[in-house]
């Protein structure tokens, strides 16, 4: 298994993030344009983060060995450690690099005593996988979503 690790995102890190979130742009059933628009926001709200302007969230990039591998977005707060976003590029999946990643995200959230949270896409059965067999479980809905949860125990 390769080394794992997360460091705070910079400035410089914002298009490897964008290149990073593309492929789920790529699934999404609009116009060309319509993608554009998407990832030009992204980015946008990407530096907002960067800059300290979104409270209480924060970019990650995730790295195996060194070598940039994905994005992570958590946003914390008094009761809960949220999982915004986790990105793994493909020729990085199945590794255990997202395990590794969420394994310390529960861990931070069972030390605080909050349930860990995040959605998972309805059509993203894998990843439904990965996070029920971490402890995850589904909580309820929210349009193409199913949200998920942990106990704070």
Same mark, same amino acid.
Request: hydrophobic share 35%; glycine share 8%.
């Given at each position: 298994?390769?080394?794992?690790?997360? =460091? #705070?995102?910079?400035?410089?890190?914002? !298009?490897?993030?964008?290149?990073? &979130?593309?492929?789920?742009?790529?699934?999404? !059933?609009?116009?060309?344009?319509?993608?554009?628009?998407?990832?030009? %926001?992204?980015? /946008?709200?990407? @530096? !907002?983060?960067? *800059?300290? *302007?979104?409270?209480?969230? $924060?970019?990650?990039?995730? /790295?195996?060995?060194? !070598? =940039?591998?994905? @994005?992570? =977005?958590? &946003? @914390?707060?008094?009761?809960?450690?949220? &999982?915004?976003?986790?990105?793994? +590029?493909?020729?990085?999946?199945?590794?255990?690099?997202?395990?590794?990643? $969420?394994? %310390?995200? *529960?861990?931070?959230?069972?030390?605080?005593?909050? #349930?860990?949270?995040?959605?998972?896409?309805?059509?993203?059965?894998?990843?439904?996988?990965?996070?029920?067999? *971490?402890?995850?479980?589904?909580?309820?809905?929210? %349009?193409?979503?199913?949200?998920?949860?942990?106990?704070? +125990?």
């Amino acid at each position: 298994m390769p080394q794992v690790s997360v =460091r #705070p995102a910079t400035i410089d890190d914002v !298009e490897f993030l964008s290149r990073t &979130v593309a492929y789920s742009v790529a699934s999404m !059933e609009h116009s060309a344009q319509e993608k554009a628009e998407w990832l030009a %926001g992204f980015r /946008e709200d990407t @530096r !907002e983060q960067m *800059l300290g *302007l979104v409270e209480d969230s $924060l970019t990650y990039v995730v /790295e195996a060995d060194g !070598e =940039r591998v994905g @994005r992570l =977005r958590v &946003v @914390r707060t008094a009761d809960r450690v949220f &999982v915004a976003g986790i990105q793994i +590029r493909s020729a990085h999946q199945g590794k255990g690099i997202g395990t590794a990643v $969420l394994t %310390g995200l *529960l861990k931070e959230a069972r030390d605080k005593g909050v #349930p860990a949270e995040l959605h998972v896409s309805k059509d993203d059965p894998a990843a439904e996988r990965l996070y029920t067999r *971490l402890g995850f479980r589904r909580c309820g809905e929210q %349009g193409d979503d199913y949200l998920m949860t942990t106990t704070s +125990r």
